[in-house]
């Protein structure tokens, strides 16, 4: 008898969303919780999961935290749980944290830009006053 295995990786969107002010980018946004696992699967039949591991994305940045695991079971299993910023462990800032940052205005000359420049482009002196 063949016995066909196979381990592939897993990822659910959990069906969790909560209201919060950002920390990294400052703008209102909600949590969004997925986990990722490990699948054997025999004779592609899912049989067996292990290695959970949750994640909270925000909606604001895309900021991805690692959630802690009681927390994130708690939220698998249905239970009505708030997410609080001990739950929490940065793992990746999002792509558009940058670019809500507050600009940043040539004291030479005035211009304002949100771009990350290192000289005013209108009179080329350096931002770094
Ligand atoms: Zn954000
Ligand atoms: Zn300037």
Redesign the pocket.
């Known amino acids: 008898m063949i016995f066909f295995f196979g381990i592939t990786n897993g990822r659910k969107d959990l069906d969790f969303h909560q209201q919060m002010t950002c920390d990294l980018c400052g703008r209102m946004g909600q949590y969004r919780v997925f986990m990722t696992y490990m699948v054997l699967s025999i004779f592609f039949i899912p049989v067996f999961k292990w290695g959970r591991t949750y994640y909270v994305e925000t909606s604001c940045c895309g900021s991805v935290y690692e959630l802690r695991p009681e927390t994130g079971r708690s939220i698998e299993y249905g239970e009505n749980v708030t997410i609080h910023k001990e739950d929490l462990y940065l793992r990746q800032k999002g792509s558009r944290v940058r670019e809500a940052k507050a600009s940043k205005i040539?004291y030479?000359?005035?211009?304002e830009t949100s771009e990350d420049f290192e000289f005013?482009p209108?009179?080329?002196?350096s931002f770094d006053n």
Do not use: A, S
Request: aromatic share 10%; hydrophobic share 0%.
């Open positions: 040539c030479n000359c005035g211009y005013c209108k009179c080329g002196k």
